[in-house]
């Protein structure tokens, strides 16, 4: 039944017709931001300087140019790293702390305040370790100047959460509100089987959401490494001083929880994004079975999570901002450039991400059996 | 008539219109700048600006002449002399050589361009910086300052116009841009008013699609659409549906637009009505004869001309949709068209684009062709729907 289900699913055109108008959007940012112009050329020119792998023979006088042009760019590379090189050697997180609560005004108190502080100094002795281990040390695109962290993790992947949260929400309200559009609903309920056939169809919407929303991913991101190539720059970590981007009005380098490369980064970024469209998934899911409607169910949803995007500014600058970013769900998306690092002085805290997720799974797991629950209840 | 109450009623679904205000009111939280206000960073260097310029609107007038500069500069002594009492009782500053505004002046230019500071330095710096731009008194007036000194040294120049293009102006422009005044308007209020016509054309657009599509996939979906078909009277009953919804993006458009527009006066903005479209830091504008209310009322009606018409597209596209979900992804698809094309077409719409070679009038010019178009796919929908076979269903 699954399978029919999904099948059906897969044959909505319209919802094909979306995923290539996102595919469309997503190439555009993509193209403006590395592929306009000379920007590609220049990224591959880059890519070759930083793995070493630009030509050194020249047969012709073309060759000569790029090779002269390449040994201007390896320089100014090589300074760019230098420059950067002594970020480490002073970092102090707990001074890091101090300027941002002084630019946002966010004044923690009590027994926050030293929880807060405990955070940073954990970040401080991760700061020692990646100077032990010259983590530091690793070559990629300089960050301040193409931002390619900032785009990929940040502008990009915001993008993607929404999209495929909305490609997620339709392919599960389409396929639950099916019976009731074609007006065989009252034909499938009579039945203990039919009325048991909407646990299937919500099983199946979000097996679908999942695959169309891993093609669009895919399909961004292989357009993505086609105009930014990552070859050979995949072992590098995330907190090495050349990725470093400015944010806040200061240039310090990502400090990750854990030793993480750049492939280790992208795969769990990925899997997160995944159990995030899947918790959407789960309350799309609830919120039909409250309303058995997909179009209020779908204006309900995009109403609670604008909702949740305007209260997820207000602070009590106590613990409780803790929980109520834990339990806000639209966090992962707020805080979406910074995964697995030191980001919001509230979640300072490693797999702060994972602790997210639970909770949100819990809140929608929750929605979900209730709505099943008074769903069953009606037709009863 | 009847019949057309009755497609209002059916559009107005009270459920959709509860949720249209709630997203109305998050809308304007996200997203709209007069919400923000007043915050700073609007083209401002802080909150203080433009309540200031409302002050000063309201003291001298929505402009003042070049021979009435006295006025100006009497306002400017007027703060200096609050400051330095400030000074006089600031311990710290005392202790360190500064009692007036001058000494004040000089400290900190010494300071910043000496290379590095020692502790005392820095710490001094410290408490300039709080004095002169944190401390919400005397920060206040700092600004305040700021603020009359940016009018003065706009007075008379063309700004926001490159040297190269200035030899392109005629004797007419060039005369219209070196007026012997200053319009008190500020910029930040222009920032605030067209990036706010921008997210305001795409809330309409938002409302529209909501409303329409629901209206139309509902009729559709009750089953009704053959009846409508089958006699001559039910096929006029599409026009009136079209007609239907025009008007309601009309009523919803006039309210939102007259909304924003009531919310002048509490944000203290609505004094700027007088004041000429133009302001000492931004006078490229080609309306700038008319008062910035006059400009606000055509720039609206623009916008509300472009919804109105854009209902039509929106009713043709909601018409196509056999179900909610269809329905909702031609929103997506369709509206950010909209929203793109009208961004593009109303953003600084009577900015004198002189770098671009554009005629000024381009952009209204292709929100009129849009609206005839619109016209013309109405009628060419209305002829449709009156020879529609129920065959075609």
């Known amino acids: 039944m699954i399978l029919i289900e999904m099948k059906r699913g897969f044959k909505n055109i319209f919802l094909w017709i979306l995923i290539a108008f996102f595919l469309v959007f997503n190439f555009l ?97 991760r700061v020692e370790q990646i100077k032990k281990t010259n983590e530091y040390e690793g070559n990629f695109y300089p960050g301040n100047i193409y931002k390619t962290h900032g785009f990929l993790y940040g502008k990009l992947k915001r993008s993607l959460m929404i999209q495929t949260a909305i490609i997620m929400m339709l392919s599960v309200l389409y396929l639950l509100d099916y019976e009731r559009i074609n007006k065989t609903r009252d034909i499938v309920l009579a039945s203990k089987r039919g009325r048991k056939v909407a646990i299937d169809k919500a099983v199946a919407g979000i097996m679908v959401g999942i695959i169309d929303s891993m093609l669009l991913m895919t399909l961004t991101y292989v357009y993505y490494f086609i105009n930014v190539p990552y070859k050979n720059l995949w072992n590098t970590a995330v907190s090495a001083v050349v990725m470093a981007e400015s944010r806040m009005q ?42 058995e409607n997909s179009y209020f169910s779908f204006i309900f949803q995009c109403i609670i999570y604008l909702l949740m995007m305007t209260i997820i500014t207000y602070s009590w600058c106590n613990f409780f901002d ?35 997720l639970m909770v949100l799974f819990f809140e929608m797991g929750v929605l979900s059996a209730t709505g099943y629950c008074k769903y069953r209840r009606r037709d009863k | 008539m009847i019949i057309l109450l009755k497609e209002l009623r059916k559009i107005f679904d ?25 915050c700073g960073g609007q083209c401002t260097d802080s909150s203080y600006d433009i309540p200031f310029a409302a002050k000063l609107v309201d003291e001298f007038g929505p402009k003042i002449e070049f021979d009435e500069w006295y006025k100006l500069e009497n306002k400017e002594k007027q703060i200096e002399e609050k400051i330095e009492k400030e000074i006089a009782g600031n311990e710290i500053l005392n202790s ?103 997210y305001m054309s795409a809330l309409i657009i938002i409302i529209s699609f909501v409303l329409i599509c629901a209206y139309q996939i509902r009729e559709r979906l009750s089953g009704v659409m053959p009846l409508y078909v089958s006699t001559k009277v039910g096929r006029k009953i599409f026009s009136v549906q079209l007609f239907a919804s025009i008007i309601a993006v009309l009523i919803v458009s006039a309210l939102q637009l007259g ?37 606000m009322f055509i720039f609206q009606m623009a916008v509300l001309m472009f919804c109105v018409f854009g ?33 593009n077409l109303t953003y600084e719409m ?43 269903m």
């Not at chain 2, 509860?18 to 206000?37: A, D, K, P, Q």
Request: with cysteine.
């Open chain 1, 29 to 125: 940012s993509i193209f403006e931001n590395y592929a306009e112009n000379d920007k590609k050329s220049e990224m591959s020119f880059m890519h070759s300087v930083m793995t070493g792998t630009g030509s050194s023979s020249a047969k012709d006088n073309q060759q000569k140019d790029e090779i002269a042009l390449y040994s201007e760019v390896e320089k100014a590379y090589i300074d760019y790293k230098e420059q950067f090189s002594t970020l480490y050697d002073n970092l102090d997180m707990m001074k890091i702390l101090k300027i941002k609560e002084a630019k946002t005004g966010y004044k923690p108190q009590g027994e926050y305040k030293n929880y807060i502080e405990k955070n940073y100094k954990k970040l401080q002795k």
């Open chain 1, 322 to 356: 803790v929980i109520r970013l834990l339990i806000n769900p639209v966090t992962l998306y707020c805080t979406g450039g910074g995964w697995f690092m030191e980001n919001d002085m509230a979640l300072s805290f490693a797999n702060n991400e994972f602790y997210c």
């Open chain 2, 311 to 343: 209902a039509i597209f929106v009713y043709c596209i909601a018409r196509l949709a056999e179900n909610y979900i269809w329905g909702i992804i031609f929103s997506i698809i369709c509206g950010t068209g909209m929203f793109f094309t009208v961004k």
């Open chain 2, 259 to 295: 909304i924003y527009t009531l919310m002048y006066y509490p944000k203290g903005l609505a004094i700027f009505w007088s004041c000429e479209n133009w302001s000492c830091a931004r006078n490229s504008f080609l309306f700038d004869g008319i008062s910035f209310g006059t400009y």
């Open chain 2, 350 to 392: 009577f900015d004198y684009e002189l770098n671009t070679g554009m005629s000024v009038y381009i952009k209204p010019i292709m929100i009129v062709i849009i609206c005839v178009a619109m016209c013309l796919i109405a009628k060419i929908r209305i002829n449709r729907d009156k020879a529609r076979d129920i065959y075609q």
């Open chain 2, 14 to 38: 009270i459920r959709l219109v509860i949720g249209i205000i709630v997203f109305t009111v998050l809308f304007y939280n996200m997203f709209m700048e007069i919400t923000r206000h007043p």
């Open chain 2, 96 to 198: 360190n050589g500064i009692t007036t505004l001058k000494e004040l002046y000089e400290k900190e230019n010494e300071l910043y361009e000496k290379g590095s500071l020692n502790e005392n330095e820095k710490l001094l710096e410290k408490k300039i910086d709080e004095f002169t731009l944190y401390n919400e008194k005397t920060g206040k007036m700092f600004f305040e300052l700021q603020h009359l000194e940016n009018i003065k040294e706009f007075r008379g120049i063309i700004y926001g116009v490159s040297k190269k293009d200035v030899a392109k102006l005629d004797n007419r422009d060039a005369k219209r841009m070196t007026k012997q005044y200053v319009s008190l308007l500020p910029e930040g209020v222009l920032y605030i008013f067209n990036e706010d016509m921008k």
């Open chain 1, 250 to 291: 200061m240039t310090y380098p990502f400090i990750t929880f854990g030793d993480m490369t750049e492939r280790k980064y992208f795969i769990a970024t990925v899997i997160v994004m995944i159990l995030f469209i899947i918790a959407v998934g789960l309350c799309s899911v609830g919120i039909w079975f409250i309303f």
